[in-house]
């Protein structure tokens, strides 16, 4: 599509239109796929040397620095704001819910009427809440109070220094095999081609939040009070302690485990035990424990 398909601003002007496949950040990396995206400080400089940017928001102040590989060009005082609110008059395909065989679901619950697939043998108990955008595999349960497809937390700074929430685009994806105690809450993704992603086998205990964009791996064992922060990733086989806290964009190994009340901030190897806040190698933290005592 063209910039000038969805552009009706008046905040920003449009210096060159452009071409673009898909809205996404600075880092966003989807291969094939011409990238919209903004910018709103030049500290962000480095990430513009994703070739994929092919149209992008900015300042006039950040308009002689901006790469020649950029052919779409808007100039606004509040990028991420004209941004925005481009992404969210974005068409969704709309189609029936469809639910499989087998399926034990409470009257009590909540299934979106649109855009929602619900695989064979699921059981859904009372007061769970199913939105649009989500997928669930075969042989899942759903426990009672949790929220699958809700709009995520992604705030836009306005002018007046108010806030106004971002709207949520994507999907969750919950594959097959997969258990959610209560009140668990899995956020939809922000962009229309992006999904959370919950894998195979995964159970999660009661109160664990799964933010935006989040692709956990299979078989993982999160305990209750689990809070991964948006665009996290684990590989396989996790498991996370008690009331773990998990920072946005980092990416946690294969077979790693999280203990109770950590808060990670770093990227996690594979195999790896961590503890502490800010978490670090688990026999590092008990060391260093010993030495405190002392």
């Known amino acids: ?29 989807k291969k094939n796929k011409k990238i919209f995206s903004y910018i709103t400080n030049q500290k962000y400089w480095k990430e513009l040397e994703n070739r994929d940017i092919s149209c992008i928001v900015c300042t006039e102040e950040l308009l002689e620095k901006l790469p020649r590989s950029i052919e779409g060009i808007i100039v606004a005082e509040n990028p991420g704001e004209v941004f925005w609110d481009m992404h969210s008059r974005q068409k969704i395909e709309r189609f029936p819910t469809t639910i499989g065989r087998g399926c034990q679901i409470c009257e009590q619950s ?7 697939i619900i695989g064979n043998n699921v059981i859904i108990e009372e007061f769970v809440s199913i939105k649009e955008g989500t997928q669930i595999g075969d042989n899942c349960i ?19 220094n108010s806030y106004a929430m971002v709207k949520h685009l994507g999907k969750v994806v919950i594959e097959d095999n997969v258990e959610l105690q209560q009140a668990v809450c899995v956020d939809k993704a922000i962009f229309n081609w992006d999904s959370t992603i919950i894998g195979e086998g995964t159970k999660a205990d009661n109160l664990v939040h799964i933010g935006h964009a989040v692709k956990i791996g299979k078989n993982c064992e999160i305990t209750a009070g689990v809070i991964f922060a948006g665009s996290v990733k684990t590989e396989d086989n996790v498991w996370f302690g008690p009331n773990a806290t998990i920072r946005n964009n980092i990416l946690i190994g294969g077979n790693a485990n999280v203990s109770i009340g950590s808060v990670v901030t770093k990227k996690v190897e594979r195999n790896k035990k961590v503890s502490g806040n800010f978490a670090i190698d688990h026999d590092r933290f008990m060391e260093n424990l010993k030495h405190s005592i002392k």
């Open 110 to 116: 909540y299934i979106a009427k649109e855009n929602v």
């Open 142 to 160: 759903i426990r009672t109070g949790s929220v699958i497809g809700g709009e995520g937390f992604q705030l836009q700074a306005r002018p007046d």
């Open 1 to 29: 599509m063209k910039l000038s398909e969805l552009f009706f601003n008046s905040s920003g002007k449009l210096l060159s239109d452009g071409e673009f496949d898909i809205f996404g950040m600075l880092n966003t990396q």
